[in-house]
């Protein structure tokens, strides 16, 4: 593991936790981020749960040997399935993301609050807390949107595909009345334009990608870990699946050329940690 930790780490199943990136690139630009799209097993949002935690703990040790200071668990599913683990095991600060309830109940109006997520993610035992916690506030409605994250993954943010499954899965919830929508999965901010357009500019639409910002600064903060303002940080982007292909789409999306090095051979095979339970695999083999 390198002696020198000085970079903020990402990682996703795929490309939807650029979204974070991108928020914590506009409120924190002289740190040093490192992204991880863990394409070659997107998505998530139909894997195991043990699945999800292999890959989790592959990947923030991947970081760590590359100076990670912070990890941010960009992703909804991750977080739901193994951040609890990850904080356990590794001694910094390890940042989550989970669906915005709590704002989103203080902020509608109609009472009638919407949620866009991905299956694990509306399955998971953190979101069924969430819902104890603030559910008896409002109307909570609750949409799984299988196959929307994929459109995402594929550059699609716009045009017939997407705008079908989100006319499908607004439907419902529109219908209820709701007036406040929770984007539960790190892709579904790229789909906002569409979002409004298809249900209306007086939506309420909330992405968490400000908070989570907020929070790591906030965590920095207090280890006295935040970069010293003078050099705008660098960004390096890594894959486990096809360099070619999720460079584009990173492009698309981030509208800048993005530049994506492969994992090592050790961190892109599921095969390589199929052992143990997942609580505190030693990955030092892995160079």
């Known amino acids: ?104 109940v203080a902020m509608t109006r109609s009472g009638v609050v919407g949620i866009l997520a991905t299956g694990n993610t509306v399955r998971s035992v953190k979101f069924a807390h969430l819902l104890d916690q603030h559910g008896h506030r409002a109307r909570i409605l609750v949409q799984p949107c299988p196959g929307l994250a994929d459109c995402v993954e594929r550059g699609e943010v716009s045009g017939i595909r997407p705008r079908i499954l989100l006319e499908r899965y607004l439907q419902p919830l529109l219908s209820a009345g709701a007036d406040t929508l929770v984007l539960g999965c790190t892709h579904y901010p790229f789909l906002i334009p569409l979002i409004q357009k298809l249900a209306g500019t007086e939506m309420a639409i909330i992405d968490p990608s400000p908070a989570v910002a907020r929070q790591l600064r906030h965590r920095l903060d207090s280890a006295g870990l935040l970069a010293a303002g003078y050099v705008t940080g660098s960004t390096r982007y890594f894959t486990s699946g096809s360099p070619d292909q999720t460079a584009g ?28 339970k997942f609580t505190g695999e030693d990955f030092s083999h892995c160079r």
């Open 1 to 104: 593991m390198s002696g020198n930790r000085n970079l903020i780490g990402f990682f996703d199943s795929g490309v939807g936790g650029l979204s974070v990136l991108r928020q914590v690139h506009r409120d924190l630009p002289y740190e040093s981020l490192l992204y991880v799209a863990d394409s070659g097993h997107a998505p998530y949002g139909n894997k195991s749960v043990e699945l999800i935690i292999q890959r989790s703990f592959a990947i923030t040790d991947f970081l760590l040997q590359q100076g990670a200071k912070a990890v941010v668990v960009a992703c909804n599913t991750a977080t739901a399935a193994a951040i609890a683990r990850l904080r356990a095991h590794f001694d910094i600060p390890i940042i989550g993301i989970e669906p915005a309830i709590k704002p989103a």
């Open 249 to 276: 789409v990173m492009t698309q999306l981030l509208g800048q050329p993005v530049k994506l090095e492969s994992l090592p051979e050790c961190f892109r095979s599921i095969e390589a940690f199929r052992t143990g």
